[in-house]
Structures are given as structure tokens and as C-alpha cells.
DNA sequence: TTGTATGCGTTATCAA
DNA sequence: TTGATAACGCATACAA
């Protein structure tokens, strides 16, 4: 499980925080906690400031010698820059901010998880926000960070293509799950994973499909929708789109009338939590899930296995979306444009209990 | 449902967004987009630029009439303050930093959502961050938020009361769902719903009750112990500790083993999380629930009510600790220590499908 | 390679 | 009430 997470040793963790009142320097007034500055470090090493700030900063552009001196002063004061101070003549926080519609949407566990990976491992800080699935929110909460952070990560943004690219005028923006011109955008290919699901629909004798979609204005809910109608057709299978909501459990609930009026034997849905609510809610009327209808969901969010029959779905591959995002800001921050390759993006189907034989009493 | 938010009307949202670069003052020489600053400002207004700060950072200490010079100044040139020039002399970012174990885990949902309601209402920004769980990463993690918030809350922290004492020598610290000395700490009353649990059961006719713990750190899992083993005690039942692990979903089927064995009749988890995971892998073998077993979670997540059967569970008061945390900080912070009364946080007993009688041909 | 001087945008101290 | 000026801590162009 990938829930599992490292020891809870305590450790000797405790004297790894910092003393907080730096050494009894004799620089300063304030007696009682003065963070230790580069000027403290310079009078201990014996240097002018400007040169600690050099090591410091860009390592390589001081002789190793006094660069020593400079680590070893820096590490005995407990020294850590101040982000403000070096923003102000810089402009840089080393810090990216990752706007989500909506902290508790599994799909965006993963993203969030490999992003903070990735940052982490080039030594930047993600700061997370969410937009509580509102475009107007999202714009607030983008703006507000905009004025702190390097460069901003949009995931499945609500915000219509002329304003992210208003944004990305200000910072850096990269998106992911979804298509914007002329911004940098992150988006597996559908078309991989749809196309073995029809198949397997179809294997599986169904021969009327539907498709309930998310949110009107997604653009990922129209790309879904049409990578469906596109295998569709070119299987012979009829399908059509039977309703529209909020990409949430209780979404999926309420196009449960529309999926029953529509007489189709197997429905995609536009994400598993929407799958997760319509199945719930058919079973609460009596249909039984495969026997009498598939169901089918979008992206293998954690829990899509627990419901009862686990669901059918196909995968997203969210993790590498979310640090493939960070990994290529942080190439176009540092200038070594496509330095990293970008990852491919595949999505794949994933048979589970909720799809099965079409029923022959219908 | 809690889930379902605003519309998602675009409305004419796209000439909110700043026009980037500031007008054509001709005072700097980048003509490609310098922001505008307090100078351009008391140039504009005719005034001096310390005036300026004065008027737009505490207003009251300008006359009437410059005052609205500025402000209109400020609005014509699309003035916004950097945030990094403001916290190098005062220190202040007006950002909180909020950490939870795991972003993955519901019962921090409405946590963080309380959280960002109350911050925004006082016009703060929350930055939010995770520790997967470990007490060392938790650290890394709270050190550096501690550099550029004004005030750090831990939810259900996994760090040492020690360690916690430390963090806050350099910037408030305010806890939620843990009891720390001489630090803030909101923890909801937990012998509330405790005590009409084990009526409950009782009622049903148990007689030997069992609990599986979370990590064996976990102050709140103690404290549920503790409050457990007090009521029982009191309505004469017998009750044990049989299993402990990680408080996700996994965690909880791994205690099934030690639950059969144990023969209890009913059995309390340490939350949702590892009740729902416990109750799948006993149906898993064949075990009815509540029919053979009641089982009982904590917290009340959103989704515990998904289970079949629908999960039994002592709800705790997330939204609100979450608000309250960062209401209890920010008047810390500005001074006016408790003019927010400390909002009474009490558990409750919500009563569905998982507890039942218990069997008759045990 | 290192030191000097200056600027980054605000707030704060002191006069006026 | 307002203006001048010095921090705040770091980076950097330029000089040595």
C-alpha cells in the first residue's frame, strides 16, 4: 500500500532545531533573539560580507578556502538566509505554488504528492491552495500567490484560457490536465486507455454505451467525451452523453435518473468519484452493478478499490503529471529548458469488478 | 451535501486581472513591466512616499483629505504591496502555516477548510503543507514554514511535546487535537460521545468491547483509550487494547487478525480511516457486520457514511477546531488575546449501520 | 579572488 | 500632520 510511510523513531530529532538566539555575537542590541545575518558571519570568518553572500548563494566564485571558513562560520552561528531580504534584490522565493479545484478530491492526492517530490528535490517549497472548484476563487488565490512564489502549477484549472494566459504574464504558469495554448501544459494521452476500455465494452457483448460528464466548462470532460465518441464510432457502438454535474460522489448521484432513462448497458463516467456516487445510488434502487449495468470511472483515485464491486477505470497517471509539472517550471526557471524529458503520459485501463457481460433478461 | 459549491459562472472575470505592468509613469527605465511602488504613488499624489506607507499600512495617521489622494493614486497606478519589502522591516507576512500528517486523510478535510475560512475572513493567507506521517519531515517542514509565516498550527502533530515547545520559541504555535503544555492546544471533548457510545453499546447488549489503537505516539489515540477504558469501567464492560498501527485504511485491516482473536462483540477504532479498512478485510472472511461484530469510528469523515453497512462513528468537531486554531492565533497575533471565546468543541455519537445487538449464538 | 558601494520597497525614528 | 532619513538583510556591478 502506498499509504505506508516511514518509522515513527523519534530519533535525536530534538537538538536539530536551531538555538533561535544565534551565538553571543556582540554586534547586536537586541539581547534577546536576532537571527544571525551574513554580517555575523563575515566578522567570524574574517571576510566582507559581500563575499559570504557569494559562497552563500553561488558556490564556485570564492577560493575554497575562504569558502570553508564561510560554511563553518555559517554552520557554527546556525545561520539561514532570509527569503525576504533575498527576494527583495532578486525576486525569487524558490517556492511554487500549486493551485487545486478541490483538496478533497483523491485524483489530486497524487499530483499534490509527486509535485512536493519533485520540488523537494531540487530543493524548492510547494505551497498548496485551493480554489473550492470556483473560477473566481481561483483567480484570487492565483493572484495572491502570484506576488510570493516562482511560478504557479494549475491543476484541472477552472479559469477560461485567456485568463490563465493574463496570468502567465505575471509568472511562470504550467498546467496540468488540460490544453492551453501558448502556456505550458501537462495532459496524458486520453486516447491510450479509452480505446482498451471500448474494447473490453465490447468484448463484453454492450453495444449502448453513455458517458456522464463532469462540470460543462471542463475542458478534460470534453476531451474524455471525445476520445470516447471517436472509439465509439469506430467500433460501431452507439453512445451519447446522458448528463452533466459536479465532479463529486454526490454528482454521480444525482445523474443516476438520466443513466436509467437512457437504456444504455455500461456508462463511462467522467472521474471515479462521479462513478462512485452513480453506483451507489443504482444500487440503492435495486440495479445491481455489473449484472444489470457497467460502470466505468476516470483515473484509479485510492479508495476506487473499496467500493463493492471494486471499480473499473482508467488510470490517470497522476503522480508523474504532478512532478513532471514541477520539473518542467523549474527547467524553464533555471534555464535549462527541457534538460528533463518530458514524461510520457499514458493512461491504461484497469479491470475491476464494476464492468462485466452484458445482461441477456434486458 | 457539504460538497457542493458555488457556480461556475465565468463572468466577466478577465478584467479583474492587474495589468501587469504599471501605467507609463516615466520614472523607470525598464519600460516592460516594473511594478508600482509607494514612490510612484507619492509622486502621483503630490506627497512624500513615507506618507504614503502610512496612509496605505495603518490608516487614521494621515489627514482626510491626502488619504484619499493616495488611495486613489494607488488605485489608478494598480498598486499592490510587496509582501517581501513589508516583512524585511516588520517581519510580518500575514500568512499562517497550517500542517497535517497526511493530506490524504478526510478528518483533515474539514480541518483545513476551517482553517482557510477563518484566514481569509481576517484577510491571511494559509499556506498548508503535509508531514506523510513522519516526526522528522515534519520538522524539515515546520522549520521552514516558521521562516516565512507569522504563526505555525499543527494538526494532530506527530512531533515530541519537546520538540513542539522549541518550534514555538521562534513563532506562535497553536495545536489542534492535542493536549501540549504552556502551548495553545484546542482538543474537542472526547468523553461526550465516548460516554453515549458505550450506553449505546451497552443497550445493544455487549458485554466485552475491544479498541484498536492508531500509532502508538498518537496523543489522541491515548486519550480515546483513556476515555474508553474510564466509561467502560464505569458501565462495569470489559474492554482491551488488541491492535494498534497506522490510522489510514490499511492500518485497519491489518488489526482483523488480532480482532477475531480477540472475541470482542463490538470494537472502537482510533478513527474512520482505520474502521472502514478493518470492517472491509472482516467481510472479506466472511464476518457480518454488525451482525456478528459493531464496529465504531472516530471522527466522522466525510465518505464513512459510503460503507456498507454505513459506519457508526463518535463525531468530532473538525471544521470548527480548524477555525478555532486559527482565530486563537490571529489574536495572538494582533493582541487581542480571547476576544474570540474559545468555541466549545464537543463530540457527539452518530448512530448507523455498523453497531447492532449482538448475535445470540456466539 | 575579494572588497566597496548601492539598490531592492517598506517601515520606523526623528524632526519639522 | 507631514517630510527626511536610516534601517531591514541580501545581491551585485564595479573597482581593486
Redesign the interface.
Known amino acids: ?1 502506498a ?9 535525536t ?2 537538538d ?3 538555538a ?1 538566539d544565534g551565538a553571543p555575537t556582540t554586534h547586536s542590541q537586541r539581547s534577546h533573539k536576532a537571527a544571525p545575518t551574513i554580517y555575523d558571519i563575515a566578522e567570524l570568518a574574517g571576510v566582507n560580507p559581500s563575499t559570504v553572500s557569494r559562497a552563500l548563494s553561488k558556490p564556485g566564485r570564492v577560493s575554497v578556502k575562504t569558502q570553508k571558513r564561510i560554511e563553518d562560520a555559517a554552520a557554527e552561528l546556525n545561520y ?1 538566509v ?4 533575498r ?2 534584490p532578486t525576486g525569487r ?1 524558490n517556492t511554487l505554488g500549486l493551485i487545486v479545484s ?3 478530491n ?1 485524483a489530486f ?1 497524487d499530483i ?2 509527486g509535485a ?1 517530490e519533485a520540488a523537494a528535490e531540487r530543493d524548492y ?6 480554489s ?5 476563487r481561483e ?1 484570487t488565490v492565483a ?2 500567490m502570484a ?2 512564489v516562482d511560478g504557479i502549477i494549475l491543476a484541472s484549472p ?3 484560457d ?2 490563465i494566459r ?2 502567465a ?2 509568472k511562470p504558469v504550467v498546467v496540468v490536465n488540460r490544453q492551453v495554448d501558448s502556456i505550458t501544459s501537462l495532459v496524458a494521452d486520453i486516447d491510450a486507455g479509452v480505446t482498451d476500455a471500448v474494447r473490453h465494452l465490447a468484448a463484453l457483448g454492450h453495444t449502448k454505451l453513455a458517458y456522464v460528464g463532469g ?3 471542463s475542458w478534460m470532460s470534453s476531451r474524455r467525451w471525445e476520445s470516447i465518441q471517436a472509439r465509439c464510432a469506430w467500433s460501431s457502438l452507439e453512445v451519447s452523453l446522458v448528463a452533466a454535474g ?1 465532479p ?3 454528482g454521480g448521484s444525482k445523474a443516476a435518473t438520466a443513466v436509467r432513462a437512457d437504456g444504455a448497458t455500461a456508462v463511462f463516467c467522467y472521474n471515479d468519484l462521479m462513478a ?1 456516487g452513480l453506483m ?1 445510488e443504482l444500487q440503492l434502487a435495486g440495479i445491481r452493478v455489473p449484472d444489470d449495468l457497467s460502470i466505468l470511472g476516470f483515473d484509479n483515485i ?2 476506487s478499490d ?1 467500493t ?1 464491486p471494486p471499480l473499473s477505470t482508467i488510470k490517470s497517471p497522476l503522480r508523474e503529471s504532478g512532478g513532471g509539472a514541477v520539473r518542467r517550471m523549474l527547467d524553464e526557471l533555471d534555464g535549462s529548458a527541457s534538460s528533463t524529458m518530458s514524461p510520457v503520459l499514458r493512461t491504461e485501463l484497469v479491470v475491476r469488478g464494476s464492468t462485466g457481460r452484458v445482461s441477456q433478461e434486458k
Open positions: 500500500m499509504r505506508d510511510d516511514e518509522s515513527f523513531k523519534e530519533a530529532l530534538s536539530a532545531i536551531p533561535g539561514r532570509n527569503v525576504f531580504a527576494a527583495l522565493t478541490d483538496i478533497t483523491p492526492f499534490i504528492r512536493e517549497t510547494l505551497m498548496l491552495a485551493e473550492t472548484e470556483s473560477a473566481e483567480l493572484q495572491r506576488a510570493t477552472r479559469l477560461g485567456e485568463q493574463q496570468l504574464t505575471n462540470p460543462e466548462q459536479m463529486t460522489v454526490d462512485i451507489r485510492f479508495g473499496f463493492t
